[in-house]
């Protein structure tokens, strides 16, 4: 038996490895610089056939240890098909219970999303004719911060921001983002083609290069959680929140989406600037816009669970979705979805999945389409 990460997002400390038993303990290691531990993506090799035992356990230590109740880990043979595995938490360790069928097999905190899907999709989506990518930067580990312009900007068209991965270990953002671009692209989808009428989309489906590739679950590669830069970023510590947002303030803002994950809520929610000291009945009606439009056509979005609403004046301004609702007095919304899976349409084989996440972007579509028409 052996265990590594040695690859892309790769992320765990083996303890001890006993072949002949089949348990291995192992250890989430901390994002660099960082206390936050939570992601994992590994490989276990040697043991087909053998009935093995995954222990964790540093779990309840890790940074959001509620995360692991009624959790179920991923796994995949093929890195392309992931499924849930049994897992049980008691409190301190978590254990996965497994008897591989094949060499090699991957586990991982959600299904991944790698660096090179993400460059294939940026470079696939610039071969469209409405799709151009710009360069905004480099990151504090010299990769590059690309943003994807979908349709041309003119006079009268309304800007719409949608970033993902601030927290690079919440990868079913960029699986949304996905949905969203692919259904954007598509010239035979009516409804996007009408959207790209009225709007010009800016998508930067990954903030956070260095912090996926390290396997980071919250951070870049300085050890910073983006999503609270957005008040003071600096090119020295948060060089990725600087960059778009600087980008920003030259298009202009009129709908901003942030996606994100959540370790410990089992459902689809939206979270708003409610709490905003500039928020206003307005801004209340274009999200109410925006819910009641997704509920009507996606069951997997629900405004039942989800963070209590900040009172008035109380935000934190350092979030990406309050800065920019705030700055631009636009409609912002930071979109959470579950590590777990969405209990209202549960799936014992897949949980919440890389593809459900892409259903989900896909269908962010209609309620976009309802605010604008609120906006003119």
């Not at 996965?96 to 905190?109: E, G, K, L, N, R």
């Not at 090179?116 to 469209?128: F, I, P, T, V, Y």
């Not at 409405?130 to 994807?148: A, E, Y």
């Not at 405004?303 to 009172?311: F, I, K, L, M, N």
Request: aromatic share 12%; hydrophobic share 40%; with cysteine.
């Amino acid at each position: 038996m052996r265990i590594s990460a040695a690859f892309d997002a790769g992320s765990i400390d083996v303890v001890s490895l006993d072949s002949t038993s089949g348990e291995a303990h192992l250890r989430i290691p901390n994002d660099a610089h960082s206390e936050f531990a939570q992601w994992f993506y590994f490989r276990l090799e040697g043991a087909t056939g053998k009935d093995c035992t995954l222990v964790f356990d540093n779990a309840a230590s890790c940074a959001y240890p509620e995360g692991w109740v009624d959790y179920q880990a991923v796994a995949s043979y093929d890195r392309e098909n992931w499924f849930r595995v049994p897992t049980r938490y008691d409190g301190q360790t978590m254990q996965v219970s497994i008897t591989p069928q094949h060499d090699v097999m991957y586990f991982a905190y959600f299904e991944p999303y790698t660096w090179e899907r993400h460059l294939s999709l940026m470079s696939k989506a610039q071969l469209s004719d409405i799709c151009r990518l710009h360069h905004l930067g480099t990151t504090l580990d010299g990769r590059d911060l690309d943003m994807l312009q979908v349709g041309e900007d003119a006079a009268g068209k309304r800007k719409i921001w949608l970033t993902a991965r601030q927290h690079p270990g919440e990868t079913m953002a960029e699986w949304f983002v996905e949905g969203v671009l692919l259904r954007l692209l598509d010239p035979d989808d009516a409804l996007a083609r009408r959207l790209l009428q009225q709007a010009v989309f800016y998508i930067v489906p990954n903030m956070n290069p260095d912090g996926s590739c390290r396997g980071h679950l919250r951070t870049n590669a300085a050890g910073v959680n983006l999503n609270r830069e957005w008040a003071n970023p600096s090119m020295n510590k948060s060089p990725e929140v600087y960059l778009v947002r600087e980008k920003m303030r030259q298009t202009g803002v009129d709908v901003f989406l942030d996606a994100h994950g959540d370790e410990s809520i089992p459902f689809n929610f939206v979270a708003g600037s409610e709490g905003n000291p500039g928020y206003h009945v307005g801004r209340a009606e274009l999200e109410n816009t925006f819910k009641s439009s997704w509920l009507a056509v996606n069951p997997d979005f629900q405004v039942t669970h989800g963070y209590a609403p900040d009172q008035f004046g109380e935000a934190n301004m350092t979030l990406a979705t309050n800065h920019v609702a705030d700055y631009f007095d636009c409609l912002a919304y930071t979109i959470e979805m579950p590590f777990k899976d969405n209990n209202d349409l549960p799936d014992a084989d897949t949980g919440w999945s890389g593809e459900r996440s892409r259903q989900l972007g896909a269908s962010v579509l209609y309620p976009l389409a309802a605010v604008l028409a609120k906006l003119g």
